[in-house]
């Protein structure tokens, strides 16, 4: 968040609220989130085939761990991605600025 710290500085000074600054930056952090799901996702229902010999007990097409593993990386890339918000949103432009 450092590295755009001056952005959000010039952000800040041109009138942008806390909450836009924190939409902005989850915003941003969930949509590399979802396209590392999409990704992941797309990869693992190719490599099925492959992988089946690898299992016990499960299919190599459980839908369990198709639902269950996105919603549980989502949650942790939020939970990361928000305390870098907050601060993010606490940025004084008078300080990023000089």
Same mark, same amino acid.
């Given at each position: ?6 952005? %959000?500085?010039?952000?800040? =000074? ?6 836009? %600054? ?6 941003? =952090? ?13 990869? *693992? ?19 369990? *761990? ?13 939970? =990361?991605?928000? %305390? ?15």
């Amino acid at each position: 968040m450092m590295q755009r710290s001056r952005e %959000i500085g010039v952000r800040t =000074a041109l009138g942008a609220t806390p909450r836009v %600054i924190v939409r902005l930056v989850l915003r941003q =952090a969930l949509t590399v989130t979802l396209c590392g799901l999409a990704l992941g996702l797309a990869a *693992s229902a190719a490599l099925a085939k492959y992988r089946s010999k690898l299992l016990y007990g499960v299919t190599a097409y459980d839908a369990a *761990s198709y639902v269950v593993v996105p919603v549980v990386l989502t949650v942790v890339a939020v939970v =990361a991605c928000v %305390i870098p918000a907050r601060r993010a949103a606490r940025v004084d432009p008078v300080q990023v600025l000089r």
